[in-house]
């Protein structure tokens, strides 16, 4: 079975802070991974994916995240986030059968 | 045009009303979903349909009835539903559904409110 950990569910920052939300997969098959925003009252959309190649991927609005296969994480990274980077995060698994397997959320607040 | 759209955005109706969301993409794609999503939570599969036919039903209940009328529709038709049903729904596509390297598309979802 797979599934997906976000330990972090609430993550406050300061605008032009950097910040890290974590994620951390498990599954005995190859997965493909990808990191979705939900601003409030609208539904999901994609910042970035990985399915192969070289393990850091950059996304939209500064976004960028590293594929880690030893410690079976995909953590999302930006260096100076702004206010309208507040949002739900979800990071989420593919794997065959295209069937999404999501973590619970985290949910970034930027402090002015 | 990369958009999923769904109507109506938000949707009141009471215990015993009869009504339908709707799910609209024009990107060619083969495999369309429904997930319920409650505040603060993960979506949650509900249906999947690949090339208009039903290949997974996540034990959903029956008063939640899926119907894909062609490869650019998804219909939702809801009946007799539960206060506890009340969430955000929304509605998804991909390119195949046996794909595991596609992304989904998501519409903006329904907000519905069960009286």
């Known amino acids: 079975a797979q599934s997906v950990t976000q330990l972090d569910s609430q993550v406050p920052v300061f605008e032009e802070a950097p910040v890290e939300l974590r994620c951390n997969y498990s599954s005995s098959v190859s997965v493909y991974l990808f990191w979705y925003v939900q601003y409030p009252n609208q539904g999901l959309q994609l910042l970035l994916k990985?399915?192969?190649?070289?393990?850091l991927v950059k996304g939209i609005n500064g976004f960028e995240a590293e594929f880690n296969k030893s410690q079976t994480s995909f953590h999302l990274r930006k260096p100076s986030v702004h206010i309208s980077d507040t949002a739900e995060y979800f990071c989420?698994?593919?794997?065959?059968?295209?069937?999404?397997?999501f973590g619970t959320g985290t949910s970034l607040t930027v402090i002015p | 045009d990369t958009e999923v759209t769904q109507t109506p955005k938000h949707l009141v109706m009471g215990m015993t009303n009869k009504k339908s969301l709707k799910c609209e993409q024009h990107m060619g794609h083969r495999a369309m979903y429904w997930y319920k999503q409650k505040a603060k939570k993960p979506p949650e599969l509900m249906f999947v349909?690949?090339?208009?036919?039903?290949?997974i039903n996540e034990s959903v209940p029956s008063r939640f009835s899926p119907e894909c009328p062609n490869s650019s529709l998804l219909n939702l038709h809801l009946h007799a539903l539960q206060p506890e049903d009340s969430a955000l729904y929304l509605c998804?596509?991909?390119?195949?559904?046996?794909?595991?390297?596609?992304?989904?598309?998501f519409g903006p979802g329904t907000r519905l409110t069960v009286l």
């Open positions: 989420a698994v593919s794997v065959t059968g295209n069937q999404f397997y």
């Open positions: 998804a596509s991909s390119q195949d559904r046996l794909l595991s390297t596609d992304e989904q598309f």
């Open positions: 990985y399915l192969s190649g070289s393990t």
């Open positions: 349909y690949s090339y208009e036919k039903l290949s």
